[in-house]
């Protein structure tokens, strides 16, 4: 429907997911002391565990039932406290999950990952796709993956992540709406080369900024409602 059609393409354009914010504050109003363990559970933070919560997310979202990612418990309690926000939310959780499992303009797959930052839920998009159709079996290992962000403070960020040589081999380009300054540069090239070297990886990092030149795909939801690709 149209309505739809629009809701979707908002949770793609807007880095918003209205649905997720409300139950949330539903959960507050008639669970107060419960929900910050709750929300801290199911949504990731940018903490140490981050990321086992995105894998857990991720997992939930391949699956393509909120369920898996809500658990029995939570989904019974917000359906019977709001059934039409219920719907809601599990109609999106369908969308977001659409666009793993259908590839988006020039092979894209998306997955939109709810991250509570304290203060509000932010969203990041995670583009991925690997040279399946390659016939060189070296060329067709590779992957690469793009992580994208809106700060507050720095705002659009993307990782641009090239994985070659059978996962042997990471090269990273942080693009920015601002140019980064030294430091924070040399601490992202201290951060990369650690972690290179503990995993046994070869790899560089560059920065790339006025212009970006950003990774952008069309909105995918709204490629899906409509039938078509761009």
């Known amino acids: 429907t149209t309505s739809q059609m629009i809701s ?30 709750l929300i801290n ?13 995105m894998i857990f ?3 939930a979202l391949k699956g393509g039932d909120i369920k898996l990612w809500f658990g029995e418990n939570l989904q019974r309690l917000v359906e019977n406290i709001r059934p039409s926000l219920f719907s809601r ?7 977001i ?14 997955a939109l990952i709810p991250v509570n930052t304290g203060s509000e ?30 700060l507050t ?14 996962g042997k081999s990471l090269d990273l380009i942080i693009r920015s709406d601002k140019q980064l300054n030294d430091t924070m540069k040399n601490d992202i090239r201290s951060i990369f080369v650690e972690t290179t070297n503990l995993s ?20 995918p939801t709204f490629n899906h409602e409509i039938g078509m690709m761009v």
């Open 41 to 53: 559970s199911l949504i990731p933070r940018p903490t140490q565990g981050m990321a086992s919560s």
């Open 8 to 37: 979707n393409e908002t949770l793609f354009a807007s880095r918003k997911w209205p649905a997720l914010e409300e139950v949330l504050q539903t959960l507050e109003e008639y669970h107060p002391g419960s929900t910050k363990k």
């Open 89 to 95: 939310i599990k109609e999106d959780f369908i969308s």
């Open 153 to 166: 403070k720095f705002g659009r960020m993307q990782i641009d992540g090239l994985v070659r040589e059978k």
């Open 200 to 219: 046994g990886l070869s790899g560089s990092v560059g920065f790339q900024s006025t212009p970006a030149n950003f990774i952008n795909i069309p909105d």
């Open 57 to 59: 997310y991720l997992s």
């Open 121 to 150: 839920i932010q969203q990041i998009r995670l583009l991925f796709r690997q040279n399946d159709n390659e016939s060189d079996e070296n060329v067709k290992s590779d992957a690469r993956f793009i992580i994208d962000v809106d």
């Open 97 to 110: 999950s659409k666009m793993i499992d259908e590839p988006t303009s020039g092979d894209w797959r998306v």
